[in-house]
T-cell receptor, first 106, second 117 residues
Framework: KQEVTQIPAALSVPEGENLVLNCSFT??????LQWFRQDPGKGLTSLLL?????REQTSGRLNASLDKSSGRSTLYIAASQPGDSATYLC?????FGAGTTVTVRA | NAGVTQTPKFRILKIGQSMTLQCTQD?????MYWYRQDPGMGLKLIYY???????DKGEVPNGYNVSRSTTEDFPLRLELAAPSQTSVYFC????????????????FGEGSRLTVL
């Protein structure tokens, strides 16, 4: 069974600080990894998909890296804003982590 | 473009009742999935399908049944509802799946919130 772990479980930062969210998985095979955002009581919004052949993917202030050798992905959010407050989930091989809940303080 | 559509959005069931959660996608995706999400937890895979007529169990299939008669539709049936099935259910689809060596990008519906009392 694939295990996906997200650390930390929760994070609170002042506005403008950079965010670093971690996702680790138990095998270093050849699958894609996808990051999602979930607002309270809402569905999942796809942020980034990193193909197994890629090392990173960027979209605006978001950058996600994939290190297959260590079984880890990191999501960087630059210059955080209060609107970035949400739970961030990663999925690998159809398994999900429990998420990191981010609060950005104005 | 509707993407993945789930109905109903909310439902309250009594213990022992049965119901079907509907899911349909208009992206011509072969792969479809049902997940449940309990408070503060990640999503757990209930069932998945790799194409019409083919379904398989995920991590938490007990108490649920699925069918896939068309590419577009993947209903999830709850038989004899129990309080432990109170959860938010998400349907998803993708163009490719694990059997292809790489999970394609997952597209999710907005979820169905089910309460069993």
């Amino acid at each position: 069974k694939q295990e996906v772990t997200q650390i930390p479980a929760a994070l609170s930062v002042p506005e403008g600080e950079n965010l670093v969210l971690n996702c680790s998985f138990t095998d270093s095979a050849i699958y894609n990894l996808q990051w999602f955002r979930q607002d309270p009581g809402k569905g999942l919004t796809s942020l980034l998909l990193i193909q197994s052949s890629q090392r990173e993917q960027t979209s605006g202030r978001l950058n996600a890296s994939l290190d297959k050798s260590s079984g880890r992905s990191t999501l960087y959010i630059a210059a955080s804003q209060p609107g970035d407050s949400a739970t961030y989930l990663c999925t690998y091989k159809l398994s999900f982590g429990a998420g990191t809940t981010v609060t950005v303080r104005a | 473009n509707a993407g993945v559509t789930q109905t109903p959005k909310f439902r309250i069931l009594k213990i022992g009742q049965s119901m079907t959660l509907q899911c349909t996608q208009d992206m011509n995706h072969n792969y479809m999935y049902w997940y449940r999400q309990d408070p503060g937890m990640g999503l757990k895979l209930i069932y998945y399908s790799v194409g019409a007529g083919i379904t398989d169990k995920g991590e938490v299939p007990n108490g649920y049944n699925v069918s896939r008669s068309t590419t577009e539709d993947f209903p999830l049936r709850l038989e004899l509802a129990a309080p432990s099935q109170t959860s938010v259910y998400f349907c998803a689809s993708s163009y490719s799946g694990l059997a292809g060596g790489n999970t394609g990008e997952l597209f999710f519906g907005e979820g169905s919130r089910l309460t069993v009392l």
